[in-house]
Nanobody
């Protein structure tokens, strides 16, 4: 059974930083492409960043240069380091893995005040 548990969200002022973590219970974690998505109120869920098992990363244009995705395969954990946060980054952030279908965590709220 796949389980994804996010943590690390909170309230931060614009320009600040947060580090999100996703503890994953999924078989063969080290070869899975993991992703972070976010959903702001009234908006569709959108891709933030992904990382392959080999460490290749991909970012949404809106976060390039500010966010960094990484993983620790020994701990089955994926991270999202968020720097220079902006109010428009405010959203619920979700961890994702695709295994014939999408699996999601419960989400963690990130609120950036101006």
């Amino acid at each position: 059974q796949v389980q994804l548990v996010e943590s690390g969200g909170g309230l931060v002022q614009a320009g600040g930083s947060l580090r999100l973590s996703c503890a994953a219970s999924v078989g063969l974690f080290s070869i899975r492409t993991m992703g972070w998505y976010r959903q702001a109120p009234g908006k569709q869920r959108e891709l933030v960043a992904t990382i392959t098992g080999g460490g290749r990363t991909n970012y949404a244009d809106s976060v390039k240069g500010r966010f960094s995705i990484s993983r620790d395969n020994a701990k089955n954990t994926v991270f999202l380091q968020m720097n220079s946060l902006k109010p428009e980054d405010t959203a619920v952030y979700y961890c994702n893995v695709y295994l014939l279908s999408d699996y999601w965590g419960q989400g963690t709220q990130v609120t950036v005040s101006s």
